[in-house]
């Protein structure tokens, strides 16, 4: 009877605006156009505008604070997951993070130091040991050194020394990184913020519009950039059991995410979203015209019947009949067939005229071309022999075969009647779906 096991739910996938996600992920630009800038291209224009004309001692503050935790910020993560919390995610005040914050107690924010520089051993996969903490190891000299070898690998900008004064201090990192949040968001980012608001709402709303079912289709949609290799494999999305989208207005061309488990926090270009095309539940890329279908030659008719004459691309166009997919989410609904492999069906498929392509900020999705379809029907239909009984092709028929185009024997309601049967036939043995000569409302089967 198979073998029992224990399912997990499907992801959760929420779109919302939390001004402590924006703030943070605005803070880490300004740091990495200032500070970190050789491993990065061009930024938002006020990305760059701003980090320019940071005051001196802000910057210094930013080259601690965020520059011993790792390339990633590790700790900058941590005071974002901290300060959005389930009750905050839908606010627009910055005074509320601020308070959150300030609710934890210094060794929280140790704490949180401590699992940024962790984070950089797990990523590298190398053991680590966490060193012991004031008064707990007999000499202050032996406790620097081993904290000075822990935090070592995780300096980008901060100096050792500093770094490690503040880890064993944590009064005095509470108070620093609270100073440097509330300057950053009285001085550089509050008019911007607002300014922006309006985007990233419109962008949210029309996210929950769309009703996005699975992550790999939201994701492209969203950021219009394919899935990362880190988030594609199974065993990455194990722990995940809510994706968050979170629209920004300063991302450009990057890209950004954060995973947490249970939660993964996806940053998109709120911009870049509202002004696409629509998403998912949107037309398909080539619907059904209000006349008569287009034209097929009997070279074109080969080509589509060799084309559908495969097990693999017949899949391909039953599921591109429920509807539109691009091209990862059809390799892996296939399953063992390879990347490459399903681009060679689709190109024969696309070069046959049954399906049409539509790019979306990088990505190609594929729908059916219903109209072409259509025409192929009407042509299996009027183009030499008519239906008849029992297997259902029958006698010569008796006048000129009808060109699909305006002509000389325009079509007679007999063989528009034989089409409306064929392309019933041809729908429901390829994909499932009916429509009439005119490709415009369901027959009755």
Avoid at 53 to 64: G, I, Q, T, Y
Avoid at 239 to 248: E, N, S, Y
Avoid at 412 to 435: F, G, P, Q, S
Wanted: positive net charge; contains cysteine.
């Amino acid at each position: 009877m198979g073998e029992l096991l224990i399912g997990r739910p499907a992801l959760v996938i929420a779109f919302a605006a939390p001004v402590a996600l924006d703030v943070g992920l605005a803070l880490s630009l300004i740091y990495r156009a200032r500070l970190a800038r050789p491993g990065y291209e061009a930024f938002d224009r006020w990305v760059e505008e701003t980090a320019a004309r940071l005051a001196p001692d802000f910057v210094a503050e930013l080259r601690l604070l965020l520059g011993f935790s790792g390339r990633r910020l590790y700790f900058a993560e941590e005071l974002m997951i901290a300060a959005a919390s389930h009750d905050s995610r839908e606010g627009a005040e910055f005074a509320p993070v601020l308070d959150r914050l300030a609710a934890l107690d210094a060794e929280e924010y140790r704490q949180m130091a401590v699992r940024a520089v962790e984070q950089v051993y797990t990523d590298a996969h190398e053991a680590f040991e966490r060193p012991d903490l004031p008064g707990e190891s007999p000499g202050d000299v032996a406790t620097r050194a081993s904290w000075a070898r822990f935090v070592a690998p995780a300096l980008t900008s901060a100096a050792v020394e500093e770094a490690v004064a503040l880890l064993l201090a944590p009064e005095e990192l509470r108070r620093r990184t609270l100073a440097l949040l509330t300057r950053f968001w009285e001085d550089y980012y509050a008019a911007e913020c607002a300014a922006q608001a309006p985007v990233r709402e419109a962008a949210v709303a029309r996210g929950r519009a769309a009703g996005f079912r699975d992550l790999p289709r939201a994701f492209a949609e969203m950021t219009g950039m394919r899935l990362p290799d880190e988030l594609s494999g199974r065993q990455s999305l194990n722990r995940i059991a809510r994706v968050i989208f979170c629209p920004t207005a300063h991302l450009a061309r990057y890209l950004s995410y954060v995973a947490y488990p249970p939660e993964l926090i996806v940053f998109f270009d709120a911009r870049r979203s509202v002004d696409a095309a629509p998403a998912a539940g949107g037309p398909s890329v080539a619907a059904p015209p209000a006349g008569l279908a287009p034209a097929v030659g009997d070279e074109a008719l080969i080509r589509a019947l060799r084309a559908l004459g495969d097990e693999t691309r017949l899949r391909i166009v039953r599921m591109l009949a429920e509807e539109e997919l691009y091209a990862q989410e059809i390799v892996g609904r296939l399953g063992t067939i390879s990347q490459s492999a399903v681009s060679r069906h689709l190109g024969v498929l696309e070069e046959a005229g049954v399906i049409g392509v539509r790019p979306a900020r990088g990505v190609k999705y594929y729908a059916l071309d219903r109209a072409w379809l259509g025409a192929l029907g009407l042509r299996l239909a009027v183009g030499g022999y008519e239906r008849g009984g029992g297997c259902g092709y029958g006698r010569r028929r008796k006048r000129p075969p009808f060109p699909p185009i305006a002509g000389a024997f325009p079509p007679t309601r007999r063989e528009l009647a034989r089409a409306r049967r064929v392309l019933c036939w041809w729908h429901r043995t390829c994909y499932n779906y009916c429509t009439d000569s005119q490709g415009s409302k369901p027959i009755a089967r």
